[in-house]
T-cell receptor, first 110, second 115 residues
Framework: EDQVTQSPEALRLQEGESSSLNCSYT??????LFWYRQDPGKGPEFLFT???AGEEKEKERLKATLTKKESFLHITAPKPEDSATYLC???????????FGGGTRLMVKP | EPEVTQTPSHQVTQMGQEVILRCVPI?????FYWYRQILGQKVEFLVS????????KSEIFDDQFSVERPDGSNFTLKIRSTKLEDSAMYFC?????????????FGPGTRLTVL
């Protein structure tokens, strides 16, 4: 059974204070690791897909990296509008089902 | 930019009643999904649907649940006899095809409250 664990559960940062979110996973065969952003009461918004160890993707202040056991979402000089819950998910072998972690709730204070 | 839409945004029902949640996936997408998120918990997979058939379902998706694509645009989730524990946000998602980097795009969700 695929498992995804995210840490920390919550993270408070000052505006401009860079940090990283962690996603540890165990899967029988990685078909893709996905990062989503979720605002309160909304659906997950796609950010990145990573497929192989060593791969990196960047978008504005966010950079996602992948190893064989975990992924990191690095946030550089965050702004208050980056406040959200960040979800990590893995795609199962059959390519149908995403298994999500519990998310990291990020709060960025001005 | 194309997006997944869902109606209604909030549905309140009495225990034992049937509800139908509706979704319009992105128009050129071929794979459709339902997930749910109980308040404060993880997003959980319910079912995937392709070519008018269920391709995979979770243990949550029991005989009380069904899905249908009644026409070329809508994708529905029916709960036959709702229970209190069915209260959750229900998200529809769609995916273009099964290529390597084809992510699932999620709708805004329907909040289902069972009283």
């Amino acid at each position: 059974e695929d498992q995804v664990t995210q840490s920390p559960e919550a993270l408070r940062l000052q505006e401009g204070e860079s940090s990283s979110l962690n996603c540890s996973y165990t899967v029988s065969g990685l078909r893709g690791l996905f990062w989503y952003r979720q605002d309160p009461g909304k659906g997950p918004e796609f950010l990145f897909t990573l497929y192989s160890a060593g791969e990196e993707k960047e978008k504005e202040r966010l950079k996602a990296t992948l190893t064989k056991k975990e992924s990191f979402l690095h946030i550089t000089a965050p702004k208050p509008e980056d406040s959200a819950t960040y979800l990590c998910a893995v795609l199962n072998n059959a390519g149908n089902m995403l298994t999500f972690g519990g998310g990291t709730r990020l709060m960025v204070k001005p | 930019e194309p997006e997944v839409t869902q109606t209604p945004s909030h549905q309140v029902t009495q225990m034992g009643q049937e509800v139908i949640l509706r979704c319009v996936p992105i128009s050129n997408h071929l794979y459709f999904y339902w997930y749910r998120q109980i308040l404060g918990q993880k997003v959980e997979f319910l079912v995937s649907f392709y070519n008018n058939e269920i391709s995979e379902k979770s243990e949550i998706f029991d005989d009380q649940f069904s899905v249908e694509r009644p026409d070329g645009s809508n994708f529905t989730l029916k709960i036959r006899s709702t229970k209190l524990e069915d209260s959750a946000m229900y998200f529809c998602a769609s995916r273009r095809d099964r290529g390597l980097y084809n992510e699932q795009f999620f709708g805004p969700g329907t909040r289902l409250t069972v009283l």
